[in-house]
């Protein structure tokens, strides 16, 4: 089983909600990922959990917050988002350590902030 | 830092034709990955190469690295339209004590279009 899983697919939230996107692997990685990514543009790093340890954070909002629960699940709590923070999240895992590992990605979230 | 450029951003090509993507890389790397992604879909990787004169090949796709020129490129042959996505590049920065980062950093990405 080579496969990320990520729900919600879809996401509309206001300004003042609270909600969270939630991201599985079963493959056994230690690494987790989460990338936002605009239309037309590259994805772009936002936090990296190594054995369950944030080890990366690209200096995202603190209305970003992530949570890795387990080493099968991780999730992006959102708070006070603005409408620029819509895009597509998407979540990657890879097998950890220093190794020759790929990511692999998950199908996204697209998020849309009103 | 470690930037990564792709060129060109957009390619329109003519089905049967050859053509190649670049994909430059500004400071040391260990390793450069190829994704391809379709609309409104997620990434799918392609290729992942490990070192100096790496080439790989799957169907009409080739990737090879050069190291020291710091320079990737993904080769079409004789495309077709089901080749039609967006491909990103991205390079793993190396790690100043010899061990290696967590994260990738991709390029601008090149929409390929291919025409009857």
């Known amino acids: 089983d080579t496969e990320v899983t990520q729900t919600p697919k879809h996401l509309v939230m206001g300004m003042t909600n609270k909600k969270s996107l939630k991201c599985e692997q079963h493959m056994g990685h230690r690494a987790m990922y989460w990338y936002k990514q605009k239309a037309k543009k590259p994805p772009e790093l936002m936090f990296v959990?190594?054995?369950?340890?944030?080890?990366i954070n690209e200096s995202v909002p603190s209305r970003f917050s992530p949570e890795c629960p387990n080493s099968s699940l991780l999730n992006l709590h959102l708070h006070a988002l603005q409408p620029e923070d819509s895009a597509l999240y998407l979540c990657?895992?890879?097998?950890?350590?220093?190794?020759?590992?790929?990511?692999?990605f998950g199908p996204g979230t697209r998020l849309t902030v009103t | 830092e470690l930037k990564v450029e792709q060129n060109p951003l957009f390619l329109s090509m003519q089905e049967g034709k050859n053509y190649t993507i670049y994909c430059n890389y500004s400071t040391t790397s260990d390793r450069l990955y190829w994704y391809r992604q379709d609309p409104g879909k997620s990434l799918e990787s392609l290729f992942v190469l490990l070192s100096n004169g790496a080439v790989k090949q799957e169907g009409r796709l080739m990737a090879s690295l050069d190291t020291k020129a710091r320079l990737s490129t993904l080769h079409i042959t004789a495309a077709v339209h089901d080749l039609s996505a967006t491909y990103f590049c991205?390079?793993?920065?190396?790690?100043?004590?010899?061990?290696?980062?967590?994260?990738?950093?991709f390029g601008t990405g090149t929409l390929l279009a291919v025409q009857p």
């Open positions: 991205a390079a793993r920065p190396a790690h100043p004590y010899g061990g290696a980062t967590n994260k990738l950093i």
């Open positions: 959990y190594s054995y369950e340890k944030l080890s």
């Open positions: 990657a895992s890879r097998a950890g350590g220093l190794g020759n590992y790929e990511q692999y």
